[in-house]
């Protein structure tokens, strides 16, 4: 029997951004990057503070457009935030006058998606987050970040992370 091949999950071919663009205060933060992420495959992005790693992430989450080249996730290209995308960021973006599970459910709220449907799930992760006080404040904020971002996603999705 033929072996079918997917195209892979995760194309990026050539990308590059360069922030101020044409101005003598132009700064190049990712140059010709390619690579390629099959279906369910787990991929880390190793460098030193500042080489791009964020941006090259931010770019992959529709978040930040290329200068130049190409993103495609699932054969189609990238050109804009995606739901099946969720985006973990360096620094807290969490409501610190919202409970765990509300900051889980924000971007259902966000999306205006139907609460009930997701509300078990979030209340799952949330008491998974908060069960454990031995944890400290910065690892419980990643992790109800990363909650937040699978929720918003949904469960065949992909989350983007450099914490």
């Not at 006080?133 to 990643?142: A, E, F, I, L, Q």
Request: aromatic fraction near 4%; proline fraction near 6%.
């Amino acid at each position: 029997m033929p072996v079918i091949e997917r195209q892979p999950y995760v194309q990026v071919a050539e990308v590059s951004k360069i922030y101020r663009s044409g101005t003598p205060n132009a700064v190049e933060a990712v140059s010709s990057v390619t690579f390629s992420v099959p279906h369910g495959q787990f991929v880390a992005i190793l460098g030193p503070s500042g080489c791009g790693k964020s941006t090259l992430l931010m770019m992959v989450g529709g978040l930040e457009p290329v200068t130049a080249g190409h993103i495609a996730i699932d054969g189609s290209a990238m050109a804009g935030p995606r739901t099946s995308i969720g985006v973990m960021f360096q620094d807290s973006t969490l409501l610190p006058w919202k409970s765990a599970l509300d900051n889980v459910l924000f971007p259902i709220r966000i999306l205006k998606r139907p609460l009930d449907a997701y509300r078990d799930g979030a209340r799952q992760l949330s008491n998974a987050l908060v069960s454990t006080t031995s944890r400290t404040r910065s690892r419980m904020s990643c992790r109800a970040e990363c909650a937040s971002a699978s929720r918003s996603a949904g469960r065949s999705s992909t989350t983007l992370s450099s914490c």
